[in-house]
């Protein structure tokens, strides 16, 4: 059986794709980098796709063709540089949607969320809704599948944002402390996905995924917490005031393509708790917190990544205000920067390169900032400042032993430079 998933490379449909596959179905994944994804999961064949551009039913034409059935995994909270909510989650899902009935595809599963209560209308869940509701409509055969909060091997998202709360050193400073928390585990909705494709829930069903019993906030990072290997915390209660900057800086570092957990709608939605409100039907497996962690014993990766994972923000700003200050006070005296080059070259040839590495260092602090030239930017920094060090070195080597040590610090910023570009990646 060929099944089609959306999203085949995110937290939910890495584990959906790996039941299916284990199943016997053959799967066929869309990304944007097919090339990265066909060498991390090389039994899923892939196909590059942009879903933001499928928003006509022509789109999927050569997508579908073959397909018996379709998951859609694919999810994005906020709109940003990197998201379109509505071309995404709403107008190239009614598309698939259509062109996947006249294609003959005998079900379509969709993975949505709880489309109610706090932030139902903010457009993470007014775009899911929308897509649910054309679902229905749509004539195909469907289950919708409505996980709460997932828990699993991997992390992402909410779930990474859990680990690193639970990591802080001292206390845990946690906003809604008190909201109730439902869980459950990607595998046990790769295993509703599964039974869905079986037949054994029927075409039409809308199921709400959740383990029984309710945690706190505060409760689920404690029991991160001792996952991790941690000892217990004091929990300090932040008042939304003063999280609101957060969150507005979490927004402003979504306009430019970084998703932060943080940003306002995820603290909309948490401000209500994340809980289903109906029980998940009998027969599907519903592993609780404390099942799905203890069957996934955490190691020193783990707790690696908890620890940089809010680090990775500090360290890309620093990065950035570094290399714009150090473009921006040379430029403030230009003359008195350049007096370095005065022995090797005529005055207005100082100048000139004093003014261009300025600018170099300027545009490098300011395109760190946006997530689609991070990476070029890092580079970028990596080769400047090794070009400032060995030109340095060559044409004035006392520098070394200057008591403000201009050339010595740059290898920090050489290491800092080196741990961002380790930890860029978001999946």
């Given at each position: ?11 939910i449909?890495s ?16 990304a ?8 991390r ?27 018996h ?12 540089l ?50 649910d509701?054309a ?73 709400a ?20 290997g941690?000892p ?6 932040i ?22 957990p ?20 009998s ?22 990544f ?5 680090l ?26 350049g007096?370095?080059f ?48 060995a ?37």
């Amino acid at each position: 059986m060929n099944i089609l998933i959306l999203g085949a490379t995110g937290f939910i449909g890495s584990a959906v794709a790996a039941r299916l596959l284990a199943d016997g179905c053959t799967v066929t994944g869309l990304a944007r980098n097919p090339d990265r994804a066909r060498i991390r999961q090389p039994a899923i064949r892939w196909i590059r796709a942009d879903l933001e551009k499928m928003t006509d039913v022509g789109a999927w034409a050569c997508v579908l063709q073959g397909q018996h059935m379709v998951v859609n995994s694919a999810g994005a909270l906020q709109d940003g540089l990197s998201d379109n909510l509505a071309a995404t989650q709403q107008h190239a899902m009614i598309a698939l949607q259509q062109a996947a009935r006249l294609a003959g595809v005998t079900l379509f599963v969709q993975i949505s969320a709880r489309t109610d209560g706090a932030g139902a209308d903010l457009p993470f869940l007014a775009t899911k809704r929308a897509a649910d509701i054309a679902l229905a409509a749509s004539g195909l055969p469907y289950v919708i599948l409505r996980p709460s909060l997932v828990l699993g091997r991997n992390a992402h998202g909410g779930t990474a944002l859990l680990r690193a709360l639970a990591s802080f050193p001292l206390a845990l400073p946690l906003l809604h402390a008190d909201s109730p928390v439902e869980t459950v585990a990607a595998e046990d909705i790769a295993a509703a996905v599964s039974a869905a494709i079986s037949g054994a829930l029927a075409s039409g069903s809308d199921i709400a995924l959740a383990a029984e019993g309710r945690h706190t906030l505060a409760s689920l990072v404690r029991l991160h917490r001792a996952w991790l290997g941690l000892p217990d915390a004091p929990v300090i209660a932040i008042p939304p005031a003063i999280a609101r900057p957060v969150s507005w800086l979490a927004d402003l570092a979504g306009h430019l393509g970084w998703r932060s957990p943080l940003r306002s709608t995820a603290m909309t939605v948490m401000s209500e708790g994340v809980r289903m409100d109906r029980p998940t039907p009998s027969g599907l497996p519903a592993l609780s917190a404390a099942e799905t962690l203890a069957a996934n014993p955490s190691g020193v990766q783990d707790l690696w990544f908890a620890r940089l994972y809010l680090l990775k923000a500090p360290v890309m700003a620093g990065l950035s205000l570094f290399w714009l200050l150090s473009g921006l006070i040379p430029l403030l005296a230009p003359a008195q920067a350049g007096n370095h080059f005065l022995p090797f070259m005529p005055p207005a040839a100082a100048m000139a390169l004093t003014i261009l590495t300025c600018l170099i260092d300027m545009a490098l602090g300011a395109a760190v900032l946006v997530r689609p030239f991070a990476r070029r930017a890092l580079i970028g920094m990596l080769v400047v400042s090794l070009a400032y060090l060995a030109g340095a070195t060559a044409l004035e080597p006392a520098l070394w032993l200057d008591p403000l040590g201009p050339l010595v610090k740059i290898l920090p910023s050489l290491l800092l430079t080196l741990a961002a570009l380790a930890i860029l990646d978001e999946r």
